[in-house]
């Protein structure tokens, strides 16, 4: 099984700020990685596929970056709608392992 | 509109059984894979199952053997029948499209108390 290792855990951020959550694969899952969103007691929302695609009606100030085993999902200035949780996958092996996730609250 | 509505989840005993459904709508759904993602109560996301559109099935370790994955394209209903329940298959169960990835649309998922 493919480990998913996000960090950090927790990012305190001010709004307005750029952000930066990371995601490592424990071998290569080439470019097959998602990005979703999460908000207390609401479903995931996927944000980012294939690595770097917005999903549709994801907004411009998210964007993914990587491949192979390394990713970075960056927002580039955090609204007060973007405090969540942030979770990424690998869908290139099965099972179609998560990261822990990375909470970004308000500083 | 395009979503999925799931049911079924409630109160069980251990080593009792359950049944989810999904329903879907607003979308051919005979043309999706379908999975099945759960997340205990605080804690991260959990693949569990999945259904190709060809009805091809995957199932994570921790629950094979448990639990078994079906759909009917006539009701546009996906299911996962559950058994032999644990307390550590407590979650909130969602089920998910795949699309372009693995999740681009959920339900709201429902409650499974073991």
């Known amino acids: 099984e493919i480990v998913m290792t996000q960090s950090p855990a927790t990012l305190s951020v001010s709004p307005g700020e750029r952000v930066t959550l990371s995601c490592r694969a424990s071998q290569s899952v080439s470019d097959n990685l998602a990005w979703y969103q999460q908000k207390p007691g609401q479903s995931p929302r996927l944000l980012i596929y294939g690595a770097s695609t917005r999903a549709t009606g994801i907004p411009a100030r998210f964007s993914g970056s990587g491949s192979g085993t390394e990713f970075t999902l960056t927002i580039s200035s955090l609204q007060s709608e973007d405090f969540a949780l942030y979770y990424c996958q690998q869908y290139n092996n099965w099972p179609r392992t998560f990261g822990q996730g990375t909470k970004v609250e308000i500083k | 509109e395009v979503q999925l509505v799931e049911s079924g989840g409630g109160v069980v005993q251990p080593g009792g059984s359950l049944r989810l459904s999904c329903v879907a709508s607003g979308f051919t759904f005979s043309s999706y894979s379908m999975h099945w993602v759960r997340q205990a109560p605080g804690k991260g996301l959990e693949y569990v199952s999945a259904?190709?559109?060809?009805?091809?099935?995957y199932y994570a370790d921790s629950v094979k053997g448990r639990f078994s994955i079906s759909r009917d394209n006539s009701k546009n209903t996906l299911y996962l029948q559950m058994g032999s329940l644990r307390p550590e298959d407590m979650a909130v169960y969602y089920c998910a499209r795949v699309g372009p990835a693995p999740g681009d649309l959920w339900g709201q998922g429902t409650l499974v108390t073991v």
């Open positions: 259904i190709g559109y060809n009805g091809d099935t």
